[in-house]
């Protein structure tokens, strides 16, 4: 197994907070608030969408959005970048009628911390 990478949490958090909002002003039928939070599983590494954002949009423009903070994060987070192409790529997962935004989790070992 390769050796893990070290990210900090507040770095990375503020990175994301950081992409959403530029990426917002850009998207304007995205009105989603800046995440003061970021789920983590063994799929991805993002936030939601409010169900009432997701009424008017298309999965096309959700990608566009997720494009956009992703490449973003990977701008301003190398370790990121370093990890590989699939985890600085934009994700969206679907899970129970909520949707996640987000950079697939790495196949390699990732510890965040503050």
């Keep these: 197994m390769a050796d893990a990478t070290s990210i900090s949490f507040g770095k990375f958090l503020a990175s994301v907070q950081s992409a959403v909002k530029s990426a917002a002003a850009k998207h304007p039928k995205l009105k ?12 991805i590494r993002g936030f939601p969408i409010p169900d009432g954002v997701l009424a008017t949009l298309t999965v096309g423009e959700i990608q566009t959005f997720a494009n956009e903070v992703s490449g973003q994060i990977a701008g301003a987070i ?33 510890q965040i911390e503050k």
């Design 78 to 110: 190398p370790q990121v970048k370093a990890v590989g192409d699939a985890a600085s790529s934009a994700a969206i997962l679907s899970i129970g009628g909520h949707i996640i935004v987000g950079i697939p989790s790495s196949p390699l070992a990732l």
């Design 32 to 43: 989603v608030e800046v995440p003061n939070a970021i789920t983590v599983s063994y799929l």
